[in-house]
């Protein structure tokens, strides 16, 4: 039997990322070489929220360029790792009765191959990604994450790519820093607090029960919902840190949760 292998859920932040060297993709470096390294990686990623549940089948999945007005050096990356059609096929089942699309078109996101240049550099681990059911609401993405959490016990590495807190209109575009939003610190801070005190009930109805602050916080539920898929893998009294910390441009938490 192989190794059980940590959950991890990353706040990606800014594509650039990919081609820089700083103090979170230095930590999602280390990351990699954490624990054993996967047999596979399935991801869910914020830029895959499309209108329902689906899983990526190409041997080959292409490098998505899923964004614009950055370097060319950005759109030069490629992040060639195969990918693996038994794992979404065992996906497939692990989630049945669920009708999940075999899908031969998409690829990695930057969501995805941002973060994985940095922890697997030598694009050596298969992954598949998983689709953000959009039509669905937040307890369903949670229960997805209970009902994958067996992968972990075969050694696949369940990754969520998003960010705990994403405002995009209240980002620093500028080149000066901006110090985080009160409001970005609050909500982020009461994450960790719920996922620390295993009370997951309000991280799924966020909405409701976390204050005006996820309005500013969370004003869209793309970004989000990944960490709801990692927090479903999660068995009971098992260990959780957040290995990478840091707000950029006062409105994206780049926090980090492994579980396990």
Not at 19 to 34: D, F, I, M
Not at 35 to 62: C, E, N
Not at 128 to 147: A, C, M, W
Not at 220 to 226: A, E, M
Request: with cysteine.
């Amino acid at each position: 039997m192989s190794e059980r292998i940590p959950a991890l859920f990353i706040g990606h932040g800014n594509p650039m990322n990919a081609l820089l060297v700083n103090p979170y993709t230095e930590r999602w470096a280390a990351l990699g070489t954490a624990f054993p390294k996967p047999k596979g990686i399935l991801a869910v990623s914020a830029h895959w929220y499309i209108q329902d549940a689906a899983v990526t089948v190409s041997t080959a999945p292409r490098t998505i360029h899923d964004f614009g007005g950055f370097p060319r050096e950005l759109y030069e990356v490629q992040y060639p790792a195969p990918g693996d059609p038994d794992l979404a096929a065992h996906v497939q089942k692990l989630l049945a009765p669920l009708s999940v699309r075999r899908d031969e078109r998409w690829g990695l996101d930057h969501g995805t191959w941002s973060v994985l240049c940095h922890m697997y550099p030598h694009a050596d681990v298969p992954v598949v990604q998983l689709s953000i059911d959009e039509k669905q609401p937040p307890l369903f993405h949670y229960d997805i994450g209970k009902r994958l959490a067996p992968l972990r016990e075969q050694g696949v590495l369940i990754l969520g790519s998003g960010n705990v807190v994403h405002n995009l209109h209240a980002y620093a575009w500028g080149r000066h820093a901006q110090e985080p939003y009160d409001w970005t610190i609050s909500f982020e801070t009461r994450v960790r607090e719920l996922l620390l005190a295993e009370e997951y009930k309000p991280l799924i109805n966020y909405e409701n029960q976390l204050g005006n602050e996820a309005d500013l916080a969370v004003p869209t539920p793309d970004h989000y919902l990944p960490l709801l898929y990692i927090a479903g893998t999660r068995t009971r009294s098992e260990s959780l840190a957040f290995p990478v910390e840091g707000v950029d441009g006062g409105s994206v938490s780049m926090l980090a949760v492994r579980v396990g």
